[in-house]
């Protein structure tokens, strides 16, 4: 099976943390795939210890702040 992501290691993207944008570095990628659910996690590289969806990653600080 090949599980394709959006970002890549090392991509730098946008993300909101504490109600604010911050563009971020990935340390990781995690993907879970089950019968009905397919879920993909990013974790970044900066003081922020958090895992973020998929669907809540951007590549442009302008694509994050239409999405809100």
């Known amino acids: 099976m090949v599980i ?3 970002y890549d290691v090392g991509d ?4 909101v943390v504490g ?4 563009k971020l570095r990935i340390k990781s ?4 795939c089950g019968h009905v659910h397919k879920s993909i996690k990013y ?3 900066e003081n922020f210890y958090i ?3 998929e669907n809540d990653v ?3 600080k302008e694509e994050l702040l239409k999405s809100l």
Do not use: A, L, Q
């Not at 730098?12 to 993300?15: F, I, N, P």
């Not at 109600?19 to 911050?22: A, D, E, L, V, Y």
């Not at 990628?29 to 879970?32: C, D, G, H, Q």
């Open 19 to 22: 109600g604010n944008p911050h």
């Open 43 to 45: 974790r970044f590289e």
């Open 51 to 53: 895992t973020v969806d």
């Open 12 to 15: 730098e993207v946008w993300v």
């Open 58 to 60: 951007f590549s442009t």
């Open 4 to 6: 394709e992501t959006k």
């Open 29 to 32: 990628i995690s993907s879970y």
